[in-house]
């Protein structure tokens, strides 16, 4: 049985940082391609980061520069780094290996003063 569970969202200022963990069980991030997703309220699931097999990362145009999506392999986690946060940024985060249609419960970040 595949599980995703992700940690580390909060409460952060505008400007701040934080990082999002994923860890696995029943399936390895090394092998299956992996990303972020998020939801704000009133708005549809939107990707965030995705990562290959072979570590290739692709980061969506609104958090470009901002956010960068991460695996340790040896932990079987993948992670979210993101710095210079903005209240647009408040959304559940969602870990997902997407074409399996694995999705991990969501972890809440909200960006305010």
């Known amino acids: 049985q595949v599980q995703l569970v992700e940690s580390g969202g909060g409460l952060v200022q505008p400007g701040g940082s934080l990082r999002l963990s994923c860890t696995a069980s029943?399936?390895?991030?090394?092998?299956?391609?992996t990303g972020w997703y998020r939801q704000a309220p009133g708005k549809q699931r939107e990707l965030v980061a995705t990562?290959?097999?072979?570590?290739?990362?692709n980061v969506a145009d609104p958090v470009k520069g901002r956010f960068t999506i991460f695996r340790d392999n040896a932990r079987n986690t993948l992670y979210l780094q993101m710095n210079s946060l903005k209240p647009e940024d408040t959304a559940v985060y969602y870990c997902?290996?997407?074409?399996?249609?694995?999705w991990g419960q969501g972890t809440q970040v909200t960006v305010s003063s």
């Open positions: 997902s290996v997407p074409h399996d249609e694995y």
């Open positions: 029943g399936i390895s991030f090394s092998g299956v391609f």
């Open positions: 990562i290959t097999i072979g570590g290739r990362t």
